[in-house]
């Protein structure tokens, strides 16, 4: 039986931490879902829209031999994207592992037979860096 994964993330300017979960994943399942997490959920999440545009982050992606399929994230709960795509397991950054929310998103996806598997963040480079560098050249 193949393994669906499912690696979802803003993708906002597209960086090697970006480039590095999706490497990672593409050895951990035979068919990659990246799920584009949509502009008015990163704004509702992070308190600010995303740099690039939806559209262009989503052709970004579907751009990289890497994935398989590429989706519009409408949700900040993984698991009701779970319940679209049925994955077998999600791939974050280790960030999110012993959170509220990876420890909830575990018992959830852990209740349907799916699990969580988390890779190591990338701290050399973020968007949140790349955004304030550009906002202090401005």
């Known amino acids: 039986m193949a393994i669906v994964g499912y690696a979802p993330g803003v993708y906002d300017m597209f960086h090697i931490g970006h480039l590095n979960i999706l490497r990672r994943a593409r050895d951990h399942c035979d068919h990659l879902i990246a799920g584009v997490v949509e502009d008015d959920v990163v704004a509702r999440i992070k308190g600010r829209p995303p740099v690039v545009p939806h559209q262009e982050r989503m052709d970004v992606i579907r751009a990289l031999d890497l994935v398989d399929e590429v989706v519009s994230d409408w949700s900040s709960d993984k698991f009701e994207m779970w319940?679209?795509?049925?994955?077998?397991?999600?791939?974050k950054g280790d960030d999110w592992k012993g959170t509220e929310k990876g420890t909830r998103l575990e018992r959830l996806l852990g209740e349907v037979g799916a699990q969580v598997h988390y890779?190591?963040?990338?701290?050399?480079?973020?968007?949140?860096?790349?955004?304030?560098?550009?906002e202090g050249m401005s």
Do not use: I
Request: without cysteine; positive net charge; hydrophobic residues 35%.
């Open 119 to 134: 890779f190591p963040y990338t701290a050399s480079t973020s968007s949140t860096d790349l955004r304030r560098l550009l």
């Open 83 to 91: 319940k679209q795509l049925r994955y077998d397991v999600l791939f």
